[in-house]
Nanobody, 124 residues
Framework: QVQLVESGGGLVQTGGSLRLSCVVS????????MGWFRQAPGKEREFVAA????????YYADSVKGRFTISRDNAKNTQYLQMNSLKPEDTAVYYC?????????????????WGQGIQVTVTS
């Protein structure tokens, strides 16, 4: 059974930081690209960041570039999203996702397994 379990969300003030984690089980994590998406109320799910299987390549949405950092630890089957300088517009449910392949992608349809999502709320 494949499971992606996010943790680390919560409530933070503008300018603050949070670190999301996603523990993956039931599949070969070390050979999969991974990504983070988010969905705000009333909006479509949008791409945030992606990382290749060996951390050799990363890719960010323009809206988070320079503030968010994606990383992974293949020994722990875990990926991370370090979020700094948070803004109210970053408020959303954040989803961890497994890429159907080794590389990075910002395309929702390139991901086949998803976590349940975790809330991040940034207050002004």
């Amino acid at each position: 059974q494949v499971q992606l379990v996010e943790s680390g969300g919560g409530l933070v003030q503008t300018g603050g930081s949070l670190r999301l984690s996603c523990v993956v089980s039931g599949l070969t994590f070390s050979s999969s690209g991974m990504g983070w998406f988010r969905q705000a109320p009333g909006k479509e799910r949008e791409f945030v960041a992606a990382i290749s299987w060996n951390s050799g390549s990363t890719y960010y949405a323009d809206s988070v570039k320079g503030r968010f950092t994606i990383s992974r630890d293949n020994a722990k089957n875990t990926q991370y999203l370090q979020m700094n300088s948070l803004k109210p517009e970053d408020t959303a449910v954040y989803y961890c996702a497994r890429r159907k392949g080794y590389s990075t992608s910002n395309n929702y349809y390139d991901y086949d397994y998803w976590g349940q999502g975790i809330q991040v709320t940034v207050t002004s």
